[in-house]
């Protein structure tokens, strides 16, 4: 059912990396729930254009190889969708999920996005990514040269900043409890 994209065949690109304080194995299991992990399209914001998206799975709620993911919902008063499936998934170290189909959305077209935790004296080191491909109709495909490359950036910076923060939040809440 999934289409597996050749190397190069995304040609744009955009990644974050930070160092997370706890164990791969905790911060896998935080972002292997895929509501947490897009809680920032869920919400509205100026960057969703005054919009948020809405999440369905089937039943193995996107913690399998093969799971479907839909997701739907309006930005800038336009309806968008995505049809995801789940396509790697090795705990704790890696997760990839891509597009399948043509997606409607504003900035990208099709897209191929994961994550990967490498384990450090300090914790984990958390790297997401995401590779995609323009919109192919002309209104988005200009919107998404003008804006992909941001939208993307902040995508995968709302991810990673999320999980930094979770575990900070943790950490001093189990810190205050321990007095």
């Known amino acids: 059912m999934t289409s597996r994209h050749l190397p190069g065949a ?6 974050r990396n930070a160092a997370v304080s706890a164990s791969p194995e905790q911060v896998f299991a935080l972002l292997d729930d895929h509501n947490r992990l897009a809680s920032h399209m869920s919400r509205s914001s100026w960057q969703m254009g005054g919009g948020s998206m809405k ?5 193995s709620g996107g913690q399998n190889i093969g799971s479907h993911i839909r997701m739907s919902g309006r930005v800038l008063g336009i309806k968008l969708s995505l ?3 789940v396509t790697e998934r090795d ?7 891509e597009t399948v189909g043509t997606p409607r ?4 077209g099709s897209y191929r996005m994961g994550f990967e935790l490498t384990p450090v004296p300090t914790g984990s080191q ?5 590779e995609y491909a323009l919109p192919i109709p002309w209104l988005e495909h200009w919107l998404g040269r003008l804006f992909g490359g941001y939208y993307a950036r902040w995508c995968t910076h709302r991810m990673v900043n999320d999980a ?4 900070s939040a ?3 809440s189990d810190a205050g409890s321990a007095l």
């Open 10 to 15: 995304l040609p744009h690109r955009a990644e």
């Open 55 to 59: 999440t369905i799975f089937n039943e």
């Open 83 to 85: 049809y995801e499936v």
């Open 91 to 97: 705990p704790p170290t890696r997760k990839v999920w």
């Open 105 to 108: 959305l504003l900035v990208s």
């Open 126 to 130: 958390l790297r997401v990514f995401i």
């Open 164 to 167: 930094v923060q979770h575990f």
């Open 170 to 172: 943790n950490a001093q």
